[in-house]
């Protein structure tokens, strides 16, 4: 089982960046794939960005263009580059794994990104 922590979190101004990783834990890392979810007050979490086993994204429209998902597996890592940041972006950004196109792990803290106008 593949355990994961979410930081890099933080205040930013709109039009500023972010970046956030996802650290993971356990020897099956690098045959899952990871995707990064948000979740604004009020709202049902979302998908962001997928990454899969071979490196293939998949973005929402929403961030389509500003944010950039990548992972290295040799440290056990996904990342989430945030750019061209938005007041719509703000909430908390999870990661998860990702099994049959849904996420199968539990969630953790999450990490807390709020953009300010």
């Known amino acids: 089982q593949v355990q994961l922590v979410e930081s890099g979190g933080g205040l930013v101004q709109a039009g500023g960046s972010l970046r956030l990783s996802c650290a993971a834990s356990g020897s099956t890392f690098g045959s899952r794939a990871i995707g990064w979810y948000r979740q604004a007050p009020g709202t049902q979490r979302e998908l962001v960005a997928t990454i899969s086993v071979d490196g293939f994204t998949y973005y929402a429209d929403s961030v389509k263009g500003r944010f950039t998902i990548a992972r290295d597996n040799a440290k056990k890592t996904v990342s989430l580059q945030m750019n061209s940041l938005e007041p719509e972006d703000t909430g908390v950004y999870y990661c998860?794994?990702?099994?049959?196109?849904?996420?199968?792990?539990?969630w953790g803290q999450g990490t807390l990104v709020t953009v300010s106008s």
């Open positions: 998860n794994t990702i099994w049959l196109g849904r996420p199968d792990g539990p």
